[in-house]
């Protein structure tokens, strides 16, 4: 997976207990609801190696794992709070 150096089943397996989730395959609306980001966004970023790669589930139809999406969510910079004067 781009951007996240040697992920292993471990890490996979502890993103997923975190959350309460088993792994399984994403489709995209359940891809969108948990990354927030539009289609084509994902796209473009997928193209450019900083998203996950999705799985070729057929000729028409795709999918991403669920621990893929979870990792890329937090490796992703915080953003800071503003500091009201």
Known sequence: MPNIPNITT???YTILAAYGESEHLCREAERKRITTISRSRAWELEQQGKFPARRR????????????LLLWIHQQ????????A
Do not use: E, V, Y
């Open 57 to 68: 589930l057929g000729s028409n139809s795709c999918a991403w794992l669920l621990s893929d």
């Open 10 to 12: 471990q890490d996979r």
């Open 77 to 84: 910079p915080q953003a800071k709070p503003s500091q009201a």
